[in-house]
């Protein structure tokens, strides 16, 4: 399957590429998007694993459904957002509510959720720590840049007692500004694009690596069996299908979210993922 998907990233990317440079409207992917109410294809943005993967399962269902799904593989956070403002796709499937909410905040993008699909607990990696209270003392701890889940970060030293933060305030809204107390003074490196991290851990460039689990899986990593520390099911981050705003209440979209939320796909996920993607409840 990942080698299927390489290879399908390659030959995508240019199409993607050329749809974020403003091509004409009778190029592909304008097309695709023009028909507000469906004309039997969805055309989607998505990252490559798991969510293509969930998707190329959920396409053949769809098929029975006279529904085609035209799967563009976007391996970054900014462009699948983007892809579908620009109305060059129908739908994305990458990202969470929060980072929905972010993103549209910041670029006046009009887009909502047409419903949420899966779970992928996000991890810490280490290359020489069994657990998040070995880290030693004034220690790095690389993240991503997305300001989105800094909360989502400060979890697991929250969790495991290792800092704190401002009463009053919900993990999941919290910053590194709303650091309290921190002991051990660990710091959070927040300069590094998502897709950026497997190769730093693998290079062990810090102590410990935040890792987002469709990369982590994508660059061969189990959350599950190689991480030290690891979101548990009632993790608020549920991944979500994308559109813009009034077209989740188009026939097809509904269909697709009926699959995508379906007993067949449930299932597809818990046996294909060990843990490391969870069906949303």
């Known amino acids: 399957m990942k080698k299927f998907l390489l290879l399908l990233t390659m030959s995508v990317f240019a199409a ?9 409207e009778g190029e592909e992917g304008g097309e695709t998007a023009e028909n507000e109410e469906g004309d039997g294809t969805i055309s989607i943005a998505a990252s490559p694993s798991p969510h293509a993967e969930i998707l190329e399962e959920a396409a053949t269902i769809l098929e029975e459904e006279g529904i085609e799904l035209d799967i563009s593989i976007v391996n970054d956070y900014t462009t699948p957002n983007r892809l579908l403002a620009d109305e060059e796709v129908d739908a994305n499937f990458f990202q969470h509510t929060p980072y929905l909410n972010t993103e549209s905040e910041s670029h006046g993008y009009e887009l909502a959720s047409a419903g949420n699909v899966h779970i992928e607990p996000m991890a810490v990696y280490s290359q020489d720590y069994d657990s998040l209270e070995d880290i030693p003392d004034g220690s790095t701890i690389l ?19 290792l800092i704190e933060i401002e009463e009053g305030i919900n993990i999941e809204d919290a910053t590194f500004d709303d650091i309290t107390e921190n002991p051990k003074n660990l710091e959070f490196n927040n300069e590094t694009a998502p897709e950026m991290l497997v190769q730093m851990y693998e290079n062990n460039e810090a102590p410990a690596v935040i890792i987002n689990s469709n990369f982590a899986l ?53 046996e294909n993922y060990d843990g490391a993607v969870i069906p949303a409840e």
């Not at 993607?16 to 004409?24: I, K, R």
């Not at 097809?252 to 007993?263: A, H, R, S």
């Open 143 to 161: 993240v991503s840049n997305n300001p989105a889940e800094e909360g989502r970060f400060l979890s697991f030293f929250v969790n495991a007692g």
């Open 16 to 24: 993607v590429l050329a749809a974020c440079g403003g091509g004409s």
């Open 218 to 270: 994508d660059g061969g990593l189990n959350p599950q069996e190689d991480s030290i520390a690891l979101e548990d099911s009632e993790s608020p981050y549920a991944n979500l299908v994308a559109v813009r705003e009034g077209d989740e209440d188009r026939d097809d979209i509904k269909k697709l979210m009926e699959v995508l939320q379906g007993d067949q796909i449930r299932q597809f996920i818990e």
